[in-house]
């Protein structure tokens, strides 16, 4: 379009000359006539020996010359207006290419503006990419943990099974539940009625545990005692609370001091009755609440520090 303003222009320059340049050449033709006509006549007269006819045709001429006169007036005229026209064209051309020039340089800093914008967009992208690379192989990293944690809890979970007889399962529940080995052994197997004491007929069962939790040394051990909702009051024990938790310790001084498992891997405590299976409103609800769980859980620090072991990125 600027290409297009610009010969538009130089069309109109040229106009502007040629008009100016013939006006100025039938100007000169005219005085040329006119002082020649003043020369004769002058010398006509002084000679006095012009006839009367010359005398006409001067007139004739002299009218002539008059009227070319007054014709190159008017086109001076008419070409002066031209040329206003011409310079009025000339200056809305200028306008329009000053606007154009303006729209152009508009236009070229909105490029070079989305350019900008479209490189610092590519580098943002770039980075955005390898955040969930790396996010997504650190998720990978924490598939194959859990997936390892999972194998191992499926490992001890069936060597303890096996090690079992028909008739330890029927008191012994073992489950695997969010990632953790829950052992639940019923309290009418583990303890004499009403006590924390254990009896002799626990003793085979948690030997069998306590190979599997010294066999298995990653791993640290929580022993958790739960009761049914009935009070009881007896010497040293005033409520539920005191049974939950002396019966957990029992157990704890148990496989520590009869089968060796090293006591800094366990833990007693006790829940007393606000931690039931079932309802109590039954008999066969308060059977099932009345449980004492070993809970064998992957070393919390060990664990932690398998996880922060991010695979570097590739």
């Known amino acids: 379009m600027l290409n297009d303003i610009n010969n538009r222009l130089k069309i109109i320059v040229f106009s502007i000359i040629s008009v100016i340049l013939q006006l100025i050449n039938n100007i000169n033709m005219i005085m040329r006539k006119s002082i020649w006509f003043i020369a004769l006549a002058v010398g006509m007269i002084m ?4 006839s009367k006819k010359d005398l006409v045709n001067c007139q004739t001429e002299n009218k002539s010359l008059t009227e070319s006169l007054q014709s190159a ?3 001076l005229a008419a070409k002066s207006a031209r040329l206003a026209s011409l310079e009025e064209q000339l200056a809305a051309s200028k306008k329009v290419l000053a606007a154009q020039e303006a729209k152009y340089n508009k236009l070229q800093e909105s490029l070079d503006k989305s350019l900008t914008n479209a490189s610092q967009n590519n580098i943002s992208i770039e980075k955005l990419v390898d955040q969930i690379n790396e996010s997504n192989q650190y998720i990978r990293h924490l598939v194959e943990v859990k997936s390892k944690s999972d194998s191992l809890n499926m490992v001890l979970t069936n060597n303890l099974t096996r090690s079992l007889s028909k008739e330890e399962l029927k008191e012994v529940d073992v489950q695997v539940l969010k990632g953790v080995v829950y052992i ?3 309290d009418n197997m583990l303890y004499k009625s009403g006590s924390y004491e254990i009896n002799d007929r626990a003793s085979e069962t948690l030997s069998k545990i306590a190979k599997i ?3 298995y040394k990653d791993y640290d051990v929580l022993i958790e005692g739960n009761t049914d909702n ?5 010497e040293n024990i005033r409520n539920n609370w005191d049974l939950s938790c002396l019966r957990a310790s029992s157990v704890v001084q148990a496989l520590q001091n009869k089968y060796g498992v090293d006591p800094k891997r366990l833990t007693a405590g006790g829940r007393g009755e606000y931690n039931p299976l079932q309802s109590n409103s039954t008999e066969l609800g308060k059977q099932r ?4 769980q070993i809970i064998i859980t992957p070393k919390l620090d060990e664990f932690m520090e398998l996880i922060d072991k991010a695979p570097e990125g590739e």
């Open 289 to 292: 609440n009345r449980r004492t």
């Open 213 to 215: 939790i010294t066999d």
């Open 73 to 75: 007036k008017e086109d």
């Open 47 to 50: 000679s006095s020996c012009a």
């Open 184 to 186: 639940s052994l019923a």
């Open 230 to 234: 009935v009070p009881i009051s007896r």
